[in-house]
Nanobody, 121 residues
């Protein structure tokens, strides 16, 4: 079994910063591409950023230049550094990853439970 656990969310003023983490644990042989999504109340889940297992990164336009995604493969952890936060960044942030199991070699997609980010003055 594999688990993804997000942390680092909280309440921050506009212009502030937060660093989210998503740690994968369990029967992991390899973690492939990792993605951050966010979902605001009453809205659809939106893709935010991705990092491949080759460390290539992509971002949605609204966070480019403000958010940075990175990964530490030794720790099976991905980070999302969020700077210059805006009111519209308020959402539950979730990570998503493809993971190959060390048990049988199968690859499955996993989701974390999410961490709340609230930007408010």
């Amino acid at each position: 079994q594999v688990q993804l656990v997000e942390s680092g969310g909280g309440l921050v003023q506009p212009g502030g910063s937060l660093r989210l983490s998503c740690a994968a644990s369990g029967n992991i042989l390899r973690v492939y591409d990792i993605h951050w999504y966010r979902q605001a109340p009453g809205k659809q889940r939106d893709w935010v950023a991705s990092v491949t297992d080759g460390d290539s990164t992509t971002y949605r336009d609204s966070v480019k230049g403000r958010f940075t995604i990175s990964r530490d493969n030794a720790k099976n952890t991905v980070y999302l550094q969020m700077n210059s936060l805006k009111l519209e960044d308020t959402a539950v942030y979730l990570c998503n990853a493809g993971v190959r199991s060390v048990v049988d070699g199968a690859i499955f997609e996993y989701w974390g439970q999410g961490t709340q980010v609230t930007v408010s003055s």
